[in-house]
T-cell receptor, first 112, second 113 residues
Framework: NAGVTQTPKFQVLKTGQSMTLQCAQD?????MSWYRQDPGMGLRLIHY???????DQGEVPNGYNVSRSTTEDFPLRLLSAAPSQTSVYFC???????????FGPGTRLTVL | AQSVSQHNHHVILSEAASLELGCNYS??????LFWYVQYPGQHLQLLLK??????LVKGIKGFEAEFIKSKFSFNLRKPSVQWSDTAEYFC???????????FGKGNQVVVIP
């Protein structure tokens, strides 16, 4: 099993550009989520999904969109990048929402 | 919504010293509790978890944590740290009936050889 994979590992954007961060898991997990990690702030939940076709907002959803058309994939879209979105983004999955989450390696995003 | 507090964000200690990291949460109902560790340059890994049963749980690498319901706490301990324990440690809480896992702000632990 590859576990949770994320692409790209690094990305630099200009303000106003859009992009999609990819996340995939091969563990048949129902629950998937996106976090951003900023120094001194811990991990903050952006969006999550409890199954294919079902998504909901987390703590800091503004400026981000998600969709879950399959169990395996959970892409995160930045609609119009802003410098405040400079961060490290982690995708995670778990068998169900109550269980341990498995994290991907992260995407380091810089918005200029 | 539940919140998680971790104190003493930066901890510096020598090898063989004991480590205790505090974690308090604000939710009165049933919770699942986790400690995750992030080694430098790596992603988060589960250290240990508590769902129910014995409130003293043991995890990997000699870590343990104690759930004290009356204090809404889930403190992490290790009797004797090693240089390789240098990492950032995160406490996380998920309340029953809530779909969101809430993280604390983390403890940056540096172990000096």
């Amino acid at each position: 099993n590859a576990g949770v994979t994320q692409t790209p590992k690094f990305q630099v954007l200009k303000t106003g550009q859009s992009m999609t961060l990819q996340c995939a898991q091969d563990m048949n997990h129902e629950y998937m989520s996106w976090y951003r990690q900023d120094p001194g702030m811990g991990l903050r939940l952006i969006h999550y999904s409890v199954g294919a076709g079902i998504t909901d907002q987390g703590e800091v959803p503004n400026g981000y969109n998600v969709s879950r058309s399959t169990t395996e994939d959970f892409p995160l879209r930045l609609l119009s990048a802003a410098p405040s979105q400079t961060s490290v983004y982690f995708c995670a999955s778990s068998y169900s929402k109550e269980y341990e989450q498995f994290f991907g390696p992260g995407t380091r995003l810089t918005v200029l | 919504a539940q919140s998680v507090s971790q104190h003493n964000h930066h901890v510096i200690l020598s090898e063989a010293a004991s480590l205790e990291l505090g974690c308090n949460y604000s939710y009165g109902g049933t919770v699942n509790l986790f400690w995750y560790v992030q080694y430098p340059g790596q992603h988060l890994q589960l250290l240990l978890k508590y769902f129910s049963g014995d409130p003293l749980v043991k995890g990997i690498k000699g870590f343990e944590a104690e759930f004290i319901k009356s204090k809404f706490s889930f403190n992490l301990r290790k009797p004797s740290v090693q240089w390789s324990d240098t990492a950032e440690y995160f406490c996380a809480v998920m309340a029953y009936g809530n779909n969101r896992l809430a993280f604390g702000k983390g403890n940056q632990v540096v172990v000096i050889p």
